[in-house]
C-alpha cells in the first residue's frame, strides 16, 4: 500500500519512477479507511533529498500513510529553496493542537555543538515535550536520537576523536521485541556522525531496551518498553552514494576525511559503492509501522494520552 503525499512534490516522481507505490489525495479519499497520520519533522540541510529516502521507507508496508512535512520556524534553511519550503512544509506550531499516529524526528549536522547552542534547541524542546501526549510512538534518527535521549532521559552525548562514517556491523541483542522481529543476528547500517552515546548510560534506566549494537559504532536501537519512543543512531535510510557524496564534500572542505569504513569495494574510492542495508533498513521502518503504531494507535486520535 502506498504513503499518500502531494502530487506536486518532487519526491513523487523519483519514487513512481523507482515502481513504489505512491496514491495522490483525490485516490486516497476514496478508500474507505482511515491513513496512518504521521509527521517527518526534517532537520536536514537537503531536505530534499531527505524526503525522499524517508518515504522510500515508509512505502514499503501494507498500510496508507498521510504524511505531514514540518521544519523548524527558527532555524532559515540554506540549502532547501523557500519555495519548496512554503509549498510543502508547516512549522510544528501550525499542527499542535492536533494530535498523529507516528512521528519521525531525522538527523541533523550539529552533533558537534552542545544542544543548547544549537539555534532551535528551545523549539525542538517545545516538540519533544508536546510528543509526548500527542503522538503515539516517535522514532528518532542519529541527532534526533540523541537529542532524544537527552531531553527525555537525560543521557549525554559525547564528542568523538573523529568522524564516524561507514557501514557497520550490528548484533541483535533481543531477537523477541517486535521492532526486531525477523532481523538477521547480523545487519549492517551506515553511520555518519561526529558524536556517540555509551550503553552504561543506557543501561541505567530500566524503561528502555537497548535492541542492537555495533563493536565499532556503539548503541544502534533503543527503544522505551512501551515502543512510544524509538532512538536509531545510524542512517539506514541513506541511498546508496550518501557517504559517497559526503565524503566528496568533506575532501572538498579541505577536511581530509578517512575512507568511509567497509563502504568501497576494496576500499577503493574510484569504485562504486553497494547498498548491503536496504532490506534491513525497510525491516525496521516496516517493523515500526506496524508493531509500535498500527497495532497500537488508537483509531480515535483524540484518545492519545
Request: proline residues 7%.
Amino acid at each position: 500500500m502506498p504513503i499518500k503525499i502531494p502530487q506536486a512534490l518532487p519526491a513523487s516522481k523519483t519514487l513512481i519512477k523507482e515502481n513504489i507505490f505512491v496514491m495522490d489525495e483525490t485516490r486516497a479519499v476514496k478508500q474507505d479507511i482511515r491513513p496512518l497520520k504521521i509527521a517527518i519533522l526534517n532537520l536536514m540541510p537537503t531536505k530534499i533529498v531527505t524526503e525522499t529516502q524517508f518515504f522510500r521507507l515508509l512505502s514499503n508496508t501494507p498500510l496508507q500513510l498521510d504524511i505531514t512535512l514540518l521544519t523548524m520556524g527558527s532555524h532559515q534553511s540554506k540549502n532547501t529553496p523557500q519555495k519548496h519550503l512554503k509549498s510543502f512544509y508547516k512549522e510544528p506550531s501550525e499542527v499542535m493542537n492536533g494530535k498523529f499516529d507516528g512521528m519521525i524526528i531525522t538527523g541533523a549536522p550539529v552533533e558537534y555543538m552542545p544542544f543548547d547552542q544549537v539555534d532551535y534547541w528551545d523549539e525542538l524542546c517545545n516538540v519533544l515535550e508536546w510528543t509526548k501526549r500527542n503522538v503515539y510512538s516517535t522514532l528518532y534518527v542519529c541527532w534526533g536520537a540523541f537529542a532524544g535521549l537527552y531531553y527525555h532521559y537525560g543521557i549525554p552525548k559525547y564528542k568523538l576523536d573523529k568522524k564516524l562514517s561507514g557501514v557497520y556491523k550490528h548484533s541483535t541483542l533481543i531477537s523477541k521485541n517486535p521492532l526486531v522481529r525477523g532481523f538477521d543476528a547480523e545487519f549492517y547500517a551506515p553511520h555518519s556522525r561526529y558524536s556517540g552515546i555509551k550503553c552504561e548510560d543506557i543501561a541505567k534506566h530500566d524503561d528502555l531496551l537497548l535492541l542492537a549494537e555495533s563493536k565499532e559504532a556503539g548503541p544502534y536501537l533503543i527503544s522505551s518498553k512501551d515502543g512510544r519512543s524509538v532512538f536509531v543512531t545510524g542512517h539506514c535510510e541513506y541511498d546508496h552514494d550518501t557517504l559517497l557524496l559526503e565524503y566528496q564534500r568533506d575532501i572538498d572542505k579541505g577536511i581530509n576525511p578517512d575512507i568511509p569504513c567497509n563502504y568501497f569495494p576494496h576500499d577503493d574510492p574510484t569504485l562504486e559503492p553497494v547498498n548491503h542495508w536496504r532490506a534491513h533498513a525497510n525491516l525496521l521502518y516496516g517493523n515500526w509501522l506496524n508493531y509500535f503504531v498500527y497495532q497500537n494507535t488508537p483509531y480515535n486520535l483524540e484518545e492519545i494520552l
